[in-house]
């Protein structure tokens, strides 16, 4: 299971905290248990320590010979030998008797031996043996004779190997469960997790395409939760932004049909006056002004028509076999004069490549290379350059248009194809116009790409099937 996302975040704000607090549960169960065995042991040891101590209190009326003599025979018939040692001690430290066999003159370098003595009281050691490297458990108590001297120490001695088994066992037990416990919330929380996943997952698709410009969109759901309310909140959202889009897309396309009717009448007339040769120059170069603007302005209505066209459907093709290297040339000839009076170059860039006719609307490809060459103009004009060549690669008739001004920022090239997108571009428009051209494009299934040329400028790629 890939850990990331909600999932990720469930796992160190749930599990990370459920295994720390099991860690803590298992070494603090475990400290307990090992408190509680060593203590009973202890316990245990001192009350026979002292028990055995009392018993031997009643000899130390003897001769020394005769008080280590019974000390070697009680140590002789010790029963629990099988799991404790007894030892007698002199008071120089060393091993008189042990019921462990005859040790005598091993001398015995743990600490309760000499705490016994100096305190004259029950003392405990543990830890390893100096001797065999065992961990043990020890209990020393002082044997006072009748003069009040320490004349020994009894001694009972035990391996903790069994003790220290059951305690890891214990710990071992305590660790599974904790690791039980932990995959039985995962095991659960997957369960979860997926429940919140899947429709999370929904929404954000749906979102993307809402995004994307598909509104109206709407999200399915069956849960009445907190996501159910965010995915009716979103579909709330996308059929407010529909309706939005359906009243903008009426206002614009009733707005240009109203324009036009004015507009025809103003490029008519301009024409009319300009054709008369007895205009003072200050009057003709006033109307051949109005007739740019008033021909600027019909282009602006165009592409809003056209744009209300795309967004409803409406937008249709005529194809016909087409001689496209032709439309495009005579294209290029007739803006580039139109460019020449504003002292920009438009420069053909003529290639022997055979470019065979297309199925395509010739009106609408048209359209495309104008919008292209006029963006050249006001975005590149600057260059005062700008080139355009078709050639025929791999089945695509293709078509470069490059100028020469400050290209396009590289963080706005995914966007300006978007519809009503101006960028940080100060020059007149829309901002639909590429908006269309990529739709018509895309119409005779080719592809529109925008990019910065090498050496500076802006190339503009359009990428036509041969659909013959």
């Known amino acids: 299971m890939k850990v990331s996302g909600l999932r990720k975040r469930w796992f160190l704000n749930t599990i990370s905290v459920i295994c720390a607090l099991g860690l803590v549960c298992v070494f ?3 400290a307990y248990f090992a ?6 042991m202890k316990s245990d040891l001192h009350f026979r320590a002292e028990t055995t101590t009392d018993y031997f209190a009643d000899n130390l009326n003897l001769n020394y010979n005769d008080f280590y003599q019974s000390c070697m025979t009680y140590a002789e018939n010790f029963e629990d030998r099988s799991d404790l ?6 008071g120089e430290g060393r091993l008189v008797a042990s019921s462990y066999g005859n040790w005598a003159g091993i001398l015995s370098e743990t600490s309760d031996i000499a705490d016994a003595v100096s305190t004259r009281g029950p003392a405990t050691f543990v830890g390893k043996d100096p001797g065999t490297g065992e961990r043990i458990m020890a209990v020393s108590c002082p ?11 009894l001694r009972y001695v035990t391996s903790t190997k069994l003790m220290d088994r059951q305690i890891m066992l214990v710990g071992l037990v305590c660790f599974a469960v904790l690791a039980v416990v932990v995959g039985v919330v995962v095991f659960a929380g997957s369960f979860f997790i997926k429940s919140v996943m899947i ?3 929904e929404i954000t698709e749906k979102a993307k395409i809402i995004s994307n410009g598909s509104y109206g969109v709407q ?5 009445a939760d907190e996501i159910g309310e965010l995915a009716e909140t979103i579909n709330e959202m996308s059929a407010k932004i529909s309706q939005n889009e359906k009243m903008q897309a009426e206002f614009i396309s009733q707005l240009s049909h109203e324009l036009r009717t004015p507009l025809t009448a103003i490029n008519g007339w301009s024409e009319t006056l300009l054709a008369d040769e007895n205009m003072d120059p200050d009057t003709r170069q006033g109307m051949k002004i109005i007739s740019r603007e008033a021909k600027r302005l019909t282009e602006m209505v165009m592409d809003l028509l056209d744009f209300t066209r795309m967004q409803d459907g409406r937008m249709t093709l005529t194809v016909e076999p087409t001689d496209i290297r032709a439309e495009f040339e005579d294209t290029v000839f007739m803006y580039g004069s139109r460019l020449a009076q504003e002292g920009i170059k438009l420069e053909y860039l003529d290639t022997e490549d ?8 010739p009106q609408r490809l048209r359209q495309v290379f104008l919008n292209i060459l006029d963006n050249a103009a006001k975005h590149g004009g600057e260059g005062k350059r700008i080139e355009a060549a078709m050639t025929y690669e791999d089945g695509h008739v293709v078509v470069r248009i490059r100028d020469y001004g400050p290209g396009i920022p590289e963080d706005e090239i995914p966007l300006v194809k978007k519809k009503f997108y101006k960028g940080s571009s100060k020059a007149r428009g829309t901002g639909i116009g590429l908006a269309v051209c990529d739709e018509i494009v895309d119409m005779h299934g080719g592809e529109l790409i925008l990019e910065n040329a090498e050496g500076g400028g802006t190339l503009v790629t359009v990428r036509l099937p041969d659909s013959r």
């Not at 408190?35 to 009973?40: C, E, K």
């Not at 044997?143 to 120490?153: D, P």
């Open 143 to 153: 044997m006072i004779y009748v003069n009040g001297e320490v004349i020994g120490v």
């Open 85 to 90: 040692e007894l030892q007698f001690i002199n």
């Open 28 to 30: 603090a169960i475990t």
């Open 219 to 223: 999200i399915k759901t069956h849960y």
């Open 199 to 201: 429709p999370v997952a």
């Open 354 to 361: 055979d470019i065979p006719e297309i199925s395509c609307d």
């Open 35 to 40: 408190a509680y065995y060593y203590s009973n």
